[in-house]
């Protein structure tokens, strides 16, 4: 059964830092992987997708990394801003599942001014 | 683009009572997901269509959990009867087709069952 871990868990920066939000899987075989974020009350945004075949992606101030055969991905936040403060998800379609998004614990990240 | 549309945004009802929540999908999207979200279990798949074909239903807690979809824009998913445990937000999600396409998630109806 896949597994994806998020940690931490919670993050507390001032503005203007830079930061890395860390994802682990269990199951290499997936097919992609998506960030999210979910700020409270409110639905998923999509940041951003890394298919299986791609090392990273990038959308402004946001960029991850997927390394599929040790299980891990990353989403570094360059210069964070307040407006940044949410919970990040990260999730996975593991191969020969169809479209099941497995999802992450979650990091709550709050920039603080 | 309007988004992925949801309705109700809230829901409070009694026990026993029927529950119907409502999702639009994106036009030109074939592919619908519900997920159930709470705080002890996170977010999970419920059941996914493609092509208004159910094709993973094994996320679907019990019988009493039925959806569908009458036509390619349009789902129902319906509890009968409720009970205070399906207390979560609800959230579906489209997308382009399967496995490759970014899903888009709508902003949820939030049940309460007392």
């Known amino acids: 059964k896949q597994e994806v871990t998020q940690i931490p868990a919670a993050l507390s920066v001032p503005e203007g830092e830079n930061l890395v939000l860390n994802c682990s899987f269990t199951d290499s075989a997936i097919y992609n992987l998506q960030w999210f974020r979910q700020d409270p009350g409110k639905g998923l945004t999509s940041l951003l997708l890394i298919q299986s075949s791609q090392r990273e992606q990038t959308s402004g101030r946001l960029n991850a990394s997927l390394d599929k055969s040790s299980g891990r991905s990353t989403l570094y936040i360059a210069a964070s801003q307040p407006g940044d403060s949410a919970t990040y998800l990260c999730a996975v379609v593991k191969t020969g599942t169809a479209s099941k998004l497995t999802f992450g614990t979650g990091t709550r990240l709050q920039v603080t001014l | ?114």
């Open chain 2, 1 to 114: 683009d309007a988004g992925v549309i949801q309705s109700p945004r809230h829901e409070v009802t009694e026990m026993g009572q029927e529950v119907t929540l409502r999702c639009k999908l994106i036009s030109g999207h074939n592919s619908l997901f519900w997920y159930r979200q709470t705080m002890m279990r996170g977010l999970e798949l419920l059941i996914y269509f493609n092509n208004n074909v159910p094709i993973d239903d094994s996320g679907m807690p019990e019988d009493r959990f039925s959806a569908k979809m009458p036509n390619a824009s349009f789902s129902t998913l319906k509890i009968q009867p409720s009970e205070p445990r399906d207390s979560a937000v609800y959230f579906c999600a489209s997308s382009l087709g399967d496995l490759y396409y970014e899903q888009y998630f709508g902003p949820g109806t939030r049940l309460t069952v007392t």
